[in-house]
T-cell receptor, first 113, second 108 residues
């Protein structure tokens, strides 16, 4: 079983559309994250949730809204998609909030046309 | 925002040890050093972490200098599958901040 799974793996859409990426972890972890990797390969944290509570929000445009229905899921909704949103989005989880190793999903490649 | 400095690229012969250096001269006393790697088109993978003592696990060894201003990740017998970008990270608060990493190429 995949520890951290994301769907879809690829997402191609038009500018202006609204889309969602789902993430689930079966590790029993309390903390989940969303990272964005742009075309220059920089990995930047976007959000972090601990037990369904938002703990990190890295000045991401409010078109991005994470939602955590339970601590095993952290979904990412993106409204009014822009060309600059094209990137690979990685979900991750960890047992705790600090000094814990992160387990990453395999990524969702988002292409906005 | 990264607090570490790594060489952009390195090469290593298959079967030989790969030694990846990292400078973190501004590290504070309670910050850990983490190493992750990202194989092409995959999510980052945890390798090892340490505070001040040297650490070893099934994947690698981590050597941290006594002043903690630098560290070295050692892959004892590199294989072609170890070709990846290796990130040295000093844990800042509750988040991992990734730098540019070192692109390690293991050659046959």
């Amino acid at each position: 079983d995949t520890a951290v799974s994301q769907t879809p793996k690829y997402l191609v859409t038009q500018m202006g559309n609204d889309k969602s990426i789902k993430c689930e972890q079966n590790l029993g972890h309390d903390t989940m994250y969303w990272y964005k990797q742009d075309s220059k390969k920089f990995l930047k944290i976007m959000f972090s949730y601990n037990n369904k509570e938002l703990i990190i929000n890295e000045t991401v445009p409010n078109r991005f809204s994470p939602k955590s229905p339970d601590k095993a899921h952290l979904n990412l909704h993106i409204n009014s998609l822009e060309l600059g949103d094209s990137a690979v989005y990685f979900c991750a989880s960890s047992q705790g909030r600090a000094n814990e190793k992160l387990f990453f999903g395999s990524g969702t490649q988002l292409s906005v046309l | 925002d990264a607090k570490t400095t790594q060489p952009p690229s390195m090469d290593c012969a298959e079967g030989r040890a790969a030694n990846l250096p990292c400078n973190h001269s501004t590290i504070s006393g309670n910050e850990y050093v983490y190493w992750y790697r990202q194989i092409h088109s995959q999510g980052p993978q945890y390798i090892i972490h340490g505070l001040k003592n040297n650490e070893t696990n099934e994947m690698a060894s981590l050597i941290i200098t006594e002043d903690r201003k630098s560290s070295t990740l050692i892959l004892p017998h590199a294989t072609l599958r170890d070709t990846a970008v290796y990130y040295c990270i000093v844990r800042a608060e509750e988040k991992l901040v990734f730098g540019k990493g070192t692109k390690l190429t293991v050659n046959p």
